[in-house]
Structures are given as structure tokens and as C-alpha cells.
């Protein structure tokens, strides 16, 4: 199943990305699924992963930082507290672009922004909500964002 799944990847990275090295971003991909796929399946870890727009680092009563702030005090979030009680928890991270859409693309699909060409948000349906600035003009970008076809990470 492993080698079919690399297989199908190489073919697409072949005609999408030329130039593109398989291992660039498989990677880590195949990294993790060997390992998952050689682990019985009670074993396996459970992975949780929260991609909240516009939550900061102190919004909940779970410290993500080395000490707990008057912000963590502030708000009350009891169950994340105790999921957070009985996991392990990561407090840095990286995000692949400053707006939501083109994050969670790279986390879909294991590319970059810039390889997707989804670089901005994609609110509206075939609409450049980067454009109206004077003298810069929009990149050739994908203005609705992944298609149906696109192979992601999870569709392998």
C-alpha cells in the first residue's frame, strides 16, 4: 500500500511540480506513515489538531508558554484543560502563511504556499480579495482555493 501511495504521489508531483524532488515533501509524510502503518492499531497515537482563526496564544485557561498570564486566568476553558491534563502538549509551532487558507492548504496537501499557489484567503468564489492596491498587482494565485482533484495528504 506504502509503495502504491508513493507511486501515485511521484506521478503527481512529476506532472504538477517539475523541478520538485519527491523527497522534499514526502518526507516527513512517508516518515509518519511507516510508522503508523508498522504500529498495531491499538497502539497508535490519537492526534488532535486545532486550527482556530484568530485564537491567541493566551486565549484559553490552557498556558501555552512557560508560565501561565493574566489572560490564561481570564477565560475558562475546562475541557481543554483536561485534555490537555492527560496529552501531550505542543506550545510552538509554525504557520505557513499569516491567514487561514493558505495554512491549512499546507497542511492538506504538505506544500508550501507558494508551490499551491493559494496565498491568500479564499472567501468568495472566483474573487481576488488581495486585489485594489494601486500599484501592486495580484499574483497568479488560485482564487478558489483546493479542487476536488487535488491530491492531499489524507486522500492517500
Not at 506521478?11 to 523541478?19: A, E, I, K, Y
Not at 504538505?110 to 485594489?132: F, L, N, V
Request: aromatic residues 8%; contains cysteine.
Amino acid at each position: 500500500m506504502l509503495r502504491g501511495s508513493l507511486r501515485l504521489i511521484q506521478s503527481h508531483l512529476t506532472s504538477t511540480c517539475p523541478g520538485l524532488h519527491a523527497g522534499e515533501m514526502l518526507a516527513p509524510a512517508l516518515a509518519m506513515s511507516a510508522i503508523l502503518t508498522a504500529t498495531p492499531a491499538d497502539e497508535r497515537p490519537n492526534i488532535i489538531l486545532f486550527i482556530i482563526d484568530d485564537l491567541g496564544w493566551q486565549d484559553t485557561s490552557v498556558p501555552f508558554w512557560n508560565k501561565e498570564t493574566h489572560f490564561n486566568e481570564r477565560y475558562r476553558t475546562p475541557n481543554l484543560e483536561k485534555l490537555a491534563a492527560r496529552s501531550m502538549v505542543f506550545t510552538d509551532s509554525y504557520a505557513s502563511c499569516a491567514v487561514c487558507t493558505p495554512t491549512r492548504t499546507s497542511i492538506m496537501t504538505g506544500q508550501a504556499p507558494a508551490r499551491t499557489h493559494i496565498t491568500y484567503w479564499t472567501r468568495d468564489k472566483d474573487r481576488d480579495t488581495s486585489a485594489g492596491h494601486p500599484f501592486i498587482k495580484s499574483p497568479a494565485w488560485r482564487l478558489n482555493g483546493l479542487q476536488k482533484g487535488d491530491l492531499t495528504l489524507p486522500g492517500l
